[in-house]
């Protein structure tokens, strides 16, 4: 007889188990202070609206997609970015078009969707490929059975691919410098106790703008450098990016990007471009990990399209089962684990609910994404889920992965091409193991990662 650890169910991917009712406030506070997740309790995983008391007399947490079209589509101008989604997705980024709110944000957010639209992506795919050969090359040089942590591989990868697009090299300061945000992002909570002691809370932004100035002046210093030496030297042939940034004029004054406009934008696209596909890449890595029979599937795929050829843009339709891996694990670990946290400017009527002025709105892709409702056995791991014949049955706002409404993420299609080639690549040469024992901990900061790293072996295959 097989004892419980041999049986065949799959383990279940990791993930804090809810407190059975809402917590005290105290209790709420001390675990959402580590991890936004644990806060989340039981009823939130299938109750279309609840009220959560502890964030404000009039919060709702919305998991009905039709209350989700009314607030983030259909009458999405009367839900704004609130005070306190600016605080938590702000973290001292001055400027960041994730984070304004005024109608600077769709001069903004127009001027860049051009670099991510599909007319511009399959131009990527050969500087995708590039860079993961280069990082396999370090791999192949490996000691047999040491272990890469898995998350900061796949950042360094993702920055450079990013800092390539835009420069055409790869501005080694630049990455150095995207890890030392990413550790601000990492130590930073999403809630505590002084965001609900107005005075406090104002003078931690103030600081929190000092510091994150301090911080970002690294950020700036390395991104101006390498702006300025790409104004030097433009050559039109290398096709970087940043040049249709350098030559756009203000729409309204028809004055060129001043340098701060452009730092900015560029700003912006490596911060919201580079760790949501760095984690989606570590946590789809590690899900593989743990389920060998979609591994297998997986492998047969990319050994099957690819023939022992590295991937170009026009194998991605040919990567079906790839793509759907990454979708599963877009679902069960979404980077942007809490989407939106809206603030309504009139009275509203949402699912029967009355909404009043001033009123705030979350929806949260983590909870969303395992709503007993909206998902069969929501824990399980099973791409299949995303096959066309499956999806189909889905209301469509039932995964948000990538938001929705006038906010949608502008990378999204360059997000999944460059994670399906990225695996494919990867799956191709080897299976990455986690190291025996390691505790793995999601952890909802602003992006949601593992607490304790994720340290992995890659073994050839
Ligand atoms: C797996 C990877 C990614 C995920 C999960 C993701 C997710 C999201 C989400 C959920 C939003 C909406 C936030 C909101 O409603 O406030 C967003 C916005 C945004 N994303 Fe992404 N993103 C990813 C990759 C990228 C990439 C690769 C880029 C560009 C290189 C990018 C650029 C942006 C920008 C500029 C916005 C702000 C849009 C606006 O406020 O108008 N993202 N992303």
């Known amino acids: ?276 596909v760095a984690q989606a890449l570590a946590w789809t890595l590690y899900l593989l990990s743990q389920h060998p029979e979609q591994e297998s599937k997986l492998h047969r795929e990319v050994d099957t399209v690819l023939a022992g050829r590295a991937p170009d843009f026009t194998d991605l339709e040919r990567l079906p089962y790839t793509r759907m891996v990454i979708e599963e694990a877009l679902r069960l670990y979404p980077p942007f684990h809490m989407l939106a946290w809206r603030e309504a400017l009139a009275d509203d009527e949402v699912c029967g609910q009355s909404i009043p002025k001033g009123a705030t709105i979350s929806v949260v892709p983590w909870i969303l994404h395992r709503h007993r409702k909206l998902w069969d056995d929501p824990e399980r791991f099973d791409p299949e889920r995303f096959h066309p014949s499956q999806s189909a049955s889905r209301p469509r706002l039932a995964y948000l992965p990538f938001g929705v409404g006038p906010r949608v993420c502008i990378g999204a299609s360059f997000a999944m091409t460059q994670t399906t080639m990225i695996l494919a690549t990867i799956a191709q040469h080897y299976r990455l193991r986690l190291v025996p024992g390691h505790k793995v901990e999601p952890q909802g900061r602003l992006i949601l990662r593992a607490k304790y790293g994720l340290p992995m072996i890659p073994e050839p295959r």
């Open 1 to 276: 007889m097989k004892s419980i650890e041999e049986t065949e169910t799959p383990p279940i991917p990791a993930a804090p188990i809810p407190p059975p009712e809402q917590l005290p406030f105290f209790q709420y506070l001390r675990a959402t202070s580590d991890s936004t997740l644990a806060g989340y309790h039981y009823g939130m995983y299938e109750d279309w609206i609840v009220k959560i008391p502890h964030l404000g007399p009039n919060h709702f947490l919305i998991n009905d997609p039709a209350g989700i079209k009314r607030v983030l589509i259909d009458n999405a101008k009367n839900y704004v970015k609130g005070e306190m989604e600016q605080r938590v997705s702000a973290m001292g980024i001055e400027d960041s078009v994730v984070e304004i709110a005024d109608e600077s944000w769709r001069t903004r957010r127009s001027a860049m969707t051009p670099l991510f639209d599909y007319r511009s992506i399959p131009q990527y795919a050969p500087i995708i490929s590039d860079a993961c050969q280069r990082m396999l090359r370090t791999w192949h040089s490996l000691p047999r059975g040491e272990s890469i942590e898995i998350s900061a591989t796949m950042l360094r990868l993702t920055s450079q691919v990013i800092a390539q697009i835009l420069f055409a090299s790869e501005y080694e300061g630049i990455a150095e410098a995207m890890q030392t945000i990413s550790h601000r992002y990492r130590s930073e909570p999403m809630i505590d106790l002084v965001d609900f002691i107005p005075v406090l809370n104002r003078l931690r932004r103030l600081y929190r703008r000092r510091q994150g100035r301090r911080m970002f002046n690294h950020m700036a210093s390395a991104i101006d450098q390498a702006i300025a030496v790409r104004s030097r030297t433009r050559k039109a042939e290398d096709g970087a990016k940043v040049d249709s940034l350098l030559t756009l004029n203000d729409p309204k004054t028809g004055s060129p990007m001043t340098p701060e406009e452009l730092r900015s934008y560029v700003i912006t696209i490596f911060t919201a471009g580079h760790e949501t």
